[in-house]
């Protein structure tokens, strides 16, 4: 696995078209109940597989909006559309969307602490394999962004529980992922992208 493996798309034409296809299931996934849903994407790649999620959707926007420039003027032209339809979903179900991303942390903060409990008995893969789990720490810093106020107190402290876990296990290294991202993640807040086991 490449280094920009472990994040979905380094291009943002690709970004873009999945963005694009996650918001015309985003009304439907906010008014279902499940957290996580397939959708079948045509990219300028080929045919994917997309596991769509509230995290997802907004990181796609936030890596959108951070690699504006690297879109042609068309493509910021059918950004701007899709965030916009996207944003106006959100806001019109925001108690809907809001539970479904309380849920998502929940289930991305327990994946990561199972992750953590195993790092601890195999240092070794742990090391290799950060890079593709701690995917889940930055969708959560995302999310939290979105919720605020109405992120779930026992949320708030089972993150800093986690934190906990990651600063005691890490050791400070250079920008995990492709080096193409890093000015989209900054060390802050993603201060967990620039350690490893």
Do not use: C
Not at 102 to 112: F, G, P
Not at 118 to 144: G, L
Not at 173 to 189: A, H, N, R
Request: no cysteine.
């Amino acid at each position: 696995m490449t280094k920009s493996n472990y994040v979905m798309a380094v291009d943002p034409a690709t970004d873009l078209a999945i963005l694009e296809a996650l918001n015309a299931e985003l009304e439907d996934y906010t008014t279902g109940n499940d957290l996580y849903r397939t959708v079948r994407v045509q990219t300028p790649e080929g045919v994917q597989m997309i596991q769509m999620s509230g995290g997802d959707v907004l990181t796609r926007i936030f890596r959108l909006a951070a690699e504006a420039g690297r879109l042609t003027p068309e493509q910021q032209r059918r950004f701007a559309t899709v965030r916009a339809a996207a944003e106006k979903t959100i806001y019109s179900l925001r108690t809907r969307f809001h539970a479904l991303l309380n849920r998502e942390v929940k289930a991305r903060l327990d994946a990561l602490n199972w992750f953590l409990d195993d790092a601890v008995s195999d240092p070794k893969r742990a090391r290799s394999e950060y890079p593709f789990e701690i995917r889940n720490r930055q969708r959560v810093e995302v999310i939290a962004q979105e919720l605020g106020a109405d992120l779930a107190p026992e949320l708030k402290q089972l993150l800093q529980r986690v934190d906990g876990r990651i600063r005691v296990l890490a050791q400070p290294t250079g920008f995990i992922w492709d080096s193409q991202l890093e000015p989209v993640f900054p060390y802050s807040p993603f201060w967990y992208l620039y350690v490893n086991p």
